[in-house]
């Protein structure tokens, strides 16, 4: 049986995401969803879900807290190559390092840095929340991206984005006074910016991709 793992670090929209998870596994008879802070679980699990809420420093530190966890994740995302996911600040997660409440390493899994967005345009406003358009560029054959309307609208609440030191890593980025990235992605890791869990349809889709997903 499939097992998916949520990553419980004391940061994340758990019990949103962890409904959204069981209604795509259920609807393809996935197997099992589960949100878990033990280590040895993330290592067996097929697909793993890395979500955050809040501030980058905030979320790397309580990573970092549950012992052995990022051990457990470089073991089986880096390592073994098993499907991850990460949401929001889980994605940004996935830098060399973040800049909001001041310069934290990250997972160092793509190349990049978590920045500011820069306000362009004095209409602009910051944080980046609502609904806005993806437009998917590199990622437009991607399998998790797959299905995902031309014109789809993704759920976003964000004031810092991840800048890719390879423009190729970004998969789809959305217009907000000027280009922000949205989703980025090299061979098992895919990380979404918005809220699969909170952007409905598209979102139900997105994960229901990423579950079916063997790269």
Request: proline share 5%; glycine share 12%.
């Amino acid at each position: 049986m499939n097992s998916a793992v949520i990553v419980n670090y004391g940061s994340g929209n758990l019990h949103s995401a962890a409904k959204a998870f069981e209604r795509a596994a259920l609807a393809q008879d996935y197997g099992q969803v589960c949100v878990t802070d033990d280590p040895q679980t993330v290592a067996k699990a097929d697909h793993i879900v890395l979500p955050g809420v809040g501030a980058f420093a905030d979320c790397a530190r309580g990573l970092a807290l549950v012992d052995g966890m990022r051990e457990a994740l470089q073991d089986a995302v880096i390592d073994k190559g098993r499907p991850f996911l990460g949401i929001c600040v889980g994605m940004q997660l996935m830098a060399d390092a973040g800049f909001e409440h001041g310069r934290q390493p990250g997972l160092g899994w793509i190349g990049g840095e978590v920045a500011e967005i820069v306000r362009l345009d004095a209409t602009i406003k910051i944080p980046h929340m609502g609904w806005n358009e993806l437009i998917m560029d590199a990622g437009s054959g991607h399998p998790v991206l797959t299905g995902l309307d031309a014109d789809g609208h993704a759920y976003f609440v964000h004031s810092y984005h991840f800048i890719t030191r390879d423009p190729a890593h970004v998969l789809a980025r959305v217009d907000h006074g000027g280009p922000v990235t949205a989703a980025v992605g090299r061979d098992n890791l895919f990380g979404a910016q918005f809220h699969p869990e909170k952007s409905q349809a598209l979102g139900l889709k997105l994960i229901a991709n990423f579950l079916a997903w063997r790269p």
